[in-house]
């Protein structure tokens, strides 16, 4: 029992939050729970097994399963990952048998301070993608009561429900935290000042570098304001795995203590600081994705979908049947996002330039 510190005992000692410290030092790493996890695990896991696992986009085996080819030979529109993303230069010169420095670290954080124009006061950590301080936060954050205005993205619940939160699914002033994703997914509507919680507000702008003009960083000088960044969406880098979490709650540096000293690779640390230092790469992409989620637009409300919403990254639709969608897709190895919420929104990715083409053909069957 060494390395736990009283927070997470309490946790732990209250009964429904006990699956939880499991999963979230899965995420964590092994030292926030070193020492004590080992002799329960065998009763945690056989909880674990009963969860139920999300669905998300990306769940390309599901498709290869049901309808056969080849992972290349499939358009993966499931996601808001920009298919063509940043590569950098000289991306696998590193000292893979060294462990990444502190002044690398700080150079990737500071890159990052420069290109948000991050407030003096705020804190920028850099994280293992922005799931992972969606899994810990709940777990640092006091509070029981968290409101999660629905639709949207289905991690953010599930991470403070793992937690032992109670969760308002639409706005409820008197939540602890709020949890705003800006432009949200799969809405694409956008938050305003007004929408901010006088507690504390927890904004995902995990899609945001596509309208920077948008972002909610200046806020984040307040103490109630933090502010998640990913990497996967706009550069493209999902596979990296690279986030931020930026603000200046007091409890950022307890965050920073929970990701342990080496939660970032040498190579999202250099990948990410090039990224974050070009800044033309940065608004010749946002031009472009612009102009493909308008030519998709128009490929797909061709066919009678109606726009529900989106940003850069990503388009949402109502559509007769989304599951039928889906299906004639499908056939032609296109693969889409659908959700259980709804019989008729889809939504897509854009595809890469060489996509186009066989997707203006599918969508001309889907309605055969
Ligand atoms: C709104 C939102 N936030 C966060 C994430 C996770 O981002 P990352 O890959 O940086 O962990 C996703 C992934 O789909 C997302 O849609």
Not at 307 to 316: D, N, Q
Not at 334 to 344: A, G, K, L
Request: hydrophobic residues 40%; charged residues 20%.
């Amino acid at each position: 029992m060494r390395s736990i510190d009283f927070k997470f005992l309490k946790t732990w000692l209250t009964n429904k939050r006990r699956i939880n410290i499991w999963e979230s030092s899965c995420i964590a790493g092994p030292n926030i729970l070193q020492g004590f996890q080992w002799g329960y695990s065998v009763k945690i896991k056989s909880f674990m097994k009963d969860k139920k696992i999300l669905d998300h986009g990306g769940n390309l085996d599901f498709a290869l399963q049901k309808f056969g080819g080849s992972p290349e030979n499939w358009l993966d529109l499931s996601t808001g990952i920009n298919p063509e993303g940043y590569r950098g230069t000289d991306s696998d010169n590193f000292n893979l048998n060294a462990l990444p420095t502190k002044a690398a670290l700080g150079a990737l954080e500071d890159a990052a301070r420069r290109f948000w124009n991050i407030p003096e006061e705020a804190v920028v950590i850099a994280t293992h993608g922005a799931s992972a301080p969606i899994a810990l936060l709940p777990f640092i954050l006091e509070g029981q009561l968290v409101s999660i205005p629905q639709p949207t993205y289905n991690e953010h619940q599930a991470a403070f429900e793992n937690a032992g939160w109670n969760i308002a699914t639409q706005n409820d002033p008197s939540a602890d935290v709020k949890v705003l994703v800006h432009p949200n997914n799969p809405t694409g509507q956008l938050w305003s000042a007004a929408d901010l919680s006088s507690h504390v507000t927890l904004i995902d702008e995990s899609f945001c570098d596509v309208c920077p003009e948008q972002s909610f960083i200046a806020a984040c000088s307040h103490p109630n304001t933090i502010i998640l960044k990913s990497f996967g969406k706009f550069w493209g880098l999902a596979g990296v795995r690279l986030g931020f979490i930026i603000g200046s709650h007091p409890q950022m540096q307890r965050l920073r203590r929970a990701l342990g000293p080496w939660a970032i690779s040498s190579h999202a640390i250099a990948l990410g600081t090039q990224a974050l230092k070009d800044k033309d790469w940065a608004k010749r992409t946002r031009q472009r994705l612009d102009a493909d989620s308008q030519k998709l637009d128009r490929l797909v409300l061709s066919q009678g979908a109606r726009l529900v919403g989106g940003c850069g990254l990503f388009r949402s639709y109502h559509v007769s049947s989304a599951k039928d969608w889906q299906i004639s897709l499908a056939k032609a190895h296109i693969w889409t996002r659908i959700f259980p919420y709804s019989e008729t929104l889809i939504r897509f990715g854009l595809p890469p330039q060489a996509g186009w083409e066989r997707l203006a053909v599918a969508l001309e069957r889907v309605n055969a």
